[in-house]
């Protein structure tokens, strides 16, 4: 179940769903699925199995503390850069603004992480919700209900505390909020 609920699923998932609700309807939209899933979840997916299949990390889910962060810093440089390609590319404003700020939760878990161990899985789903309630509240209701139902998992197979896992839920969702609010088009 863990696998299921991890970011390796949710976060393309959540990139998808992202991506399919601004790009614009007409002959381009696809395209911008297509780019966004490939540059905002499917890079950072595929080096973080890659580098676990190697065995430089002990898992995809990189638990010990010192993995995590260089693993969060080569996440948030592929991000960064991903970003910056759909802006160099001309991405829809609403497409951008919503994938620009999940890239800013990102940014923020890495920063949070020598603190404290917040949960990335339950994060990867209170960001984006964070970041929908400026355009589509139910959304919003729905990824932060997913996001409680990941950290519960998260609890019971013990790969994170109550600390932890409220963390990712809070940093996640007001990072997405703040983030939005500065980033999607008025």
Do not use: K, N
């Given at each position: 179940?863990?696998?299921?609920?991890?970011?390796?699923?949710?976060?393309?998932?959540?990139?998808?769903?992202?991506?399919?609700?601004?790009?614009?309807?007409?002959?381009?939209?696809?395209?911008?699925?297509?780019?966004?899933?490939?540059?905002?979840?499917?890079?950072?997916?595929?080096?973080?199995?890659?580098?676990?299949?190697?065995?430089?990390?002990?898992?995809?889910?990189?638990?010990?503390?010192?993995?995590?962060?260089?693993?969060?810093?080569?996440?948030?440089?592929?991000?960064?850069?991903?970003?910056?390609?759909?802006?160099?590319?001309?991405?829809?404003?609403?497409?951008?603004?919503?994938?620009?700020?999940?890239?800013?939760?990102?940014?923020?878990?890495?920063?949070?992480?020598?603190?404290?161990?917040?949960s990335i899985h339950v994060a990867a789903l209170a960001?984006?919700?964070?970041?929908?309630?400026?355009?589509?509240?139910p959304v919003s209701v729905a990824l932060l209900a997913a996001a409680a139902v990941v950290?519960?998992?998260?609890?019971?197979?013990?790969?994170?505390?109550?600390?932890?896992?409220?963390?990712?839920?809070?940093?996640?969702?007001?990072?997405?909020?703040?983030?939005?609010?500065?980033?999607?088009?008025?």
């Open positions: 179940m863990s696998r299921v609920l991890g970011p390796a699923v949710t976060v393309p998932a959540v990139v998808l769903g992202i991506a399919v609700y601004a790009a614009p309807p007409g002959p381009a939209r696809w395209g911008w699925v297509a780019v966004t899933v490939g540059l905002v979840a499917g890079a950072p997916v595929a080096l973080v199995v890659a580098l676990a299949r190697a065995g430089v990390l002990e898992s995809i889910d990189a638990r010990p503390r010192r993995q995590r962060l260089w693993t969060l810093a080569a996440l948030v440089a592929i991000e960064v850069a991903a970003v910056s390609v759909l802006a160099l590319l001309g991405a829809p404003p609403l497409l951008f603004g919503l994938v620009a700020s999940c890239v800013v939760g990102v940014v923020v878990m890495a920063l949070v992480t020598p603190v404290v161990r917040a960001v984006p919700a964070g970041a929908f309630v400026h355009v589509a509240w950290g519960v998992a998260r609890l019971t197979v013990r790969d994170h505390t109550p600390l932890e896992v409220t963390v990712g839920m809070v940093a996640g969702a007001t990072t997405g909020l703040a983030a939005a609010a500065v980033l999607l088009p008025s």
